[in-house]
């Protein structure tokens, strides 16, 4: 080998030495960065001639697809599982006194209480107030169920306009990775940058990467559809402001995501996981369920008071200790009942007024004997009183029915969390699997170690081609 020939081997071996360095240097501060893919140098002749540098960007877009999947189906199953406690919460847990069934339990001790005592002013005081408790607490949870749904309406606004702007990002990265690939530059900043895009994507809906030429990619939905290459599909949404009850989809109160101006429906492959799907599946079929669920229970309790059945100062289906405003009969159609639920407007338990109508009868013209307990003990035996919910389902009296909704409720929270539990730990599993395949630190030190020990074999072969050349020169 000529002298000339060695140095330039030998410059060249040190420009991949300090080249090797610096990305050994870059992996080990981004270990811990999410979407960054480590860097491994090429070897080639190109590169000991000096003209290229080729570095390779490693990932496994095998594993990293898979793992993307998993948090999809992780953060559907978190989302449904904390809209479900959180109306499991509005009507109350078992045991506790503010619950649902803790205040239907209540009520019902008191009637029992104050029939026994029909001339105690304290026992109709505590009737009075019970009832009204058991109104305000139909009335709260309704409105905690609307606003469940609320927030899930404002979280899909958000997450579209994200979806949005993402895609937009992927389309741009494209064509910027595609300059430098085609320009000879160094694109793997830009693919870390799509990496975590697309990431953040996959945790709002499901999304299938497809490689294409030049580092470009095509992203696809769960249905097929390309949401980002070259250009960008469009999400759409109307965001509502103070959803009621009575608000829905069918109804078109509540609008719905659209893709490329295509609304998608609740069986849509795109909404099956993914943070949007599950805010879509809670604002529209989950809280809707126990709206109905309550609005039923609160049909019961006023249907139980109403009539001669349970005051025979009343006429038939005309409300008793329960009300609602301006009807005077019970609705047809219950949704949004529970929130319009108040006590009896003829008498007042903040100031004692009418409270002798408890015992004599809401239509009485004047206050019977203070010792019939008649009306008081027919009262009692309306929340006894077996009634069918809902058409096809058992006979029970309110305390049962009661515990059955949230029962009901229970069963599906626990049936979420146990999903929960599996997503987490199969996406848990997976991002330890992908760590894994990701910068290995003890691995790059070694390499630094061949590094250097590379490093300090070109400097003696140059230092041995200076000697030689020194040598002739002084011949």
Not at 445 to 471: F, H, I, P
Request: proline share 4%; glycine share 8%.
């Amino acid at each position: 080998m000529s002298l000339g020939l060695a140095s330039n081997s030998a410059m060249g071996g040190l420009r991949l030495s300090a080249l090797g360095t610096r990305l050994v240097a870059e992996n080990l501060a981004n270990a811990e960065t999410e979407g960054f893919g480590q860097r491994n140098l090429v070897p080639s002749s190109t590169l000991v001639n000096g003209h290229n540098t080729p570095i390779q960007r490693v990932a496994d877009p095998v594993l990293l697809g898979a793992t993307r999947r998993a948090e999809s189906t992780h953060i559907h199953a978190d989302v449904l599982n904390t809209g479900l406690a959180g109306l499991e919460h509005a009507f109350g847990l078992p045991g506790e006194a503010d619950s649902l069934n803790g205040l239907v339990t209540s009520l019902a001790s008191s009637l029992q209480q104050a029939a026994t005592t029909p001339d105690s002013t304290a026992g109709l005081q505590t009737v009075a107030q019970d009832a009204t408790r058991l109104a305000a607490k139909f009335n709260r949870t309704e409105l905690q169920i609307q606003s469940i749904r609320q927030q899930a309406d404002d979280s899909i606004a958000k997450d579209v306009g994200t979806l949005n702007d993402a895609l937009a990002r992927v389309a741009a990265l494209n064509k910027d990775i595609q300059r430098q690939m085609l320009l000879g530059g160094d694109p793997n900043g830009l693919m870390d940058e799509r990496q975590r895009v697309v990431s953040g994507i996959a945790q709002i809906i499901p999304v299938t990467e497809i490689p294409r030429e030049n580092g470009r990619i095509m992203l696809l939905a769960a249905n097929g559809q390309v949401l980002a290459e070259n250009d960008h599909a469009q999400f759409g949404f109307a965001p509502t402001i103070g959803i009621g009850a009575t608000d829905s989809l069918a109804n078109g109160a509540l609008a719905a995501v659209t893709l490329d101006g295509r609304a998608l429906g609740p069986d849509s492959a795109i909404t099956q996981s993914g943070r949007l799907g599950a805010n879509l599946e809670l604002r529209d079929t989950i809280a809707p369920g126990a709206q109905t669920r309550l609005d039923a229970l609160a049909q019961d309790l006023l249907a139980r008071f109403s009539g001669p059945q349970a005051d025979t100062t009343l006429s038939h289906g005309e409300f008793g200790l329960f009300t609602l405003p301006v009807a005077t009969t019970s609705p047809a159609d219950a949704t949004g009942l529970a929130g319009k639920l108040s006590l009896s407007t003829r008498f007042d338990p903040v100031t004692d007024t009418g409270l002798w109508r408890l015992r004599t009868g809401l239509n009485a013209v004047a206050p019977g004997p203070t010792s019939d307990p008649a009306n008081l003990t027919r009262m009692a035996e309306a929340l006894d009183k077996s009634t069918t919910l809902f058409s096809g389902t058992p006979a029970h009296d309110l305390t049962t029915h009661v515990a059955a909704q949230v029962s009901a409720l229970a069963t599906a929270r626990l049936q979420a969390e146990n999903d929960l539990s599996f997503a987490q730990a199969h996406h848990t599993a997976l991002q330890e699997d992908f760590a894994r395949s990701g910068v290995d630190t003890d691995t790059q030190m070694q390499r630094l170690l061949t590094l250097e020990r590379a490093y300090a074999a070109n400097a003696r072969v140059l230092s041995a081609v200076d000697g030689m050349m020194r040598n002739l020169l002084e011949i």
